[in-house]
């Protein structure tokens, strides 16, 4: 039994800040290793990638969630008490909540929401000199979430929410202000939604079957009870943030067309399944979540090494959708990979791996593939715009990453036949 490989430098937190969405990789190509421990913030932590690497952090036997999430992560962008954090049971009964939210019925709504808020927004992109996608795409699946969710969202609060559901985003990685808007963002929003969970309870306030609020408001715990209001509000805002988050797939989307134009063309013939394996690419090449975090339950070992309990873990979604082992030229992006690539529950986890139900496995994956399908296809076949000069480099070591520009585009005119 050996030790797990080590860093040089006791401490790697200022090369994780500088290093970002490959500070994983590089020391496992540098240690050519699939794993290796250093300090973190301070902490003792094992870093982790590849398929291998996911399927033993995806045991629940090994590993728990309970705390794994530093408190800046939790007072910004996923809340407390909230599901990411459960284990055993109580995680189980919260997640099938989560999952019965996601019938075929329910994505198809959030699917026709959003290209119905699309085509509004489009409308008046029309009479625009410019126009900023990051930011309109954003408002765009602020409406969509919320009506999908059934939380009221009257017009002049649109934009705030907006804005504060991306501080919350923007916040787990950032330093001074930024940080501190998107913990002032959580506590705003929660408040609110943590009234409205209280409202819905004594029929003050009206929602529709089968809806996020209704469900958080009335689900019921392992032993039976009502969510505190306030943990309610957490998981609604677990809905609802993720769904304007993956704006900046779209916005990835629209760079990769801008990059690549003959995808544009075959994406323009309506091919569904190259429809399908550009979503997936963009998912696999560009970055997001970087890491995902774990405690060892138990003591183990595994590969030959060590895994003390209690040790922090982190597992690197970046790093393993770009492993060389399981991608071909993993930093070329080609959408046509997937045409003869299997993928399974542990080689493409830019939203985690493992099993929906039994795991931490994201629960809003379908609803992020058929949003991000119903944007392409309004990108390629419903509107015709310019990509002016700009900035659309993105830096790595910014997490969340984002073109520098946000993706601006002008002269947008609807295709003919199309509104
Ligand atoms: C931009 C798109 C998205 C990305 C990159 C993303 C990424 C992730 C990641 C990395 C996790 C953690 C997995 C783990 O801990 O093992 C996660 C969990 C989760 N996501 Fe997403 N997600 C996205 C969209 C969504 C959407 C649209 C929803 C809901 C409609 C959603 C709801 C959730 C929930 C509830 C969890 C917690 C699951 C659990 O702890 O069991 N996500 N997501």
Redesign the pocket.
Known sequence: MSNIPSTRWPDSTLALLTEGYEFISKRCQRYNTDMFKTRLLLQKVVCMRGEEAAKIF?DNQHFK?HGAMPQRVQKTLLGQGG??GLDGEA?RCR?DM?MSLMSPARIDLIGQLTAKHWREAQKSWQTQEKVNLFVEVNLILCRAACEWADVPLVEAQVKPFTEELVAMIEAPAALGLRHWQGRKARDHAEERLARLIEDIRSNAQPTGEQTAARTMAFHKDVNGNLLEPRIAAVELL??LR??V??G??IVFSALALHEHPPYRQKLQTGDEQMLTHFVQEVRRYYP??PT?AGIVKQAFSWQGYKFPKGRWVLLD?YGTNRDPRLWERPNEFRPERFESRDINSFNLI?????DYHQ???????W??LE?MKVALHALTQEMEYTVPPQDLSFSLSHMPAIPKSRFIISDVQAKPGNL
């Open positions: 995806y969630r599901v990411q995680h997640k989560f677990n809905i993720p769904i988050a993956i900046r797939f997001f979540f995902v979604l830019p939203q985690g791996g493992g795991h931490h496995r994201c629960a809003g994956e609803v992020t949003v």
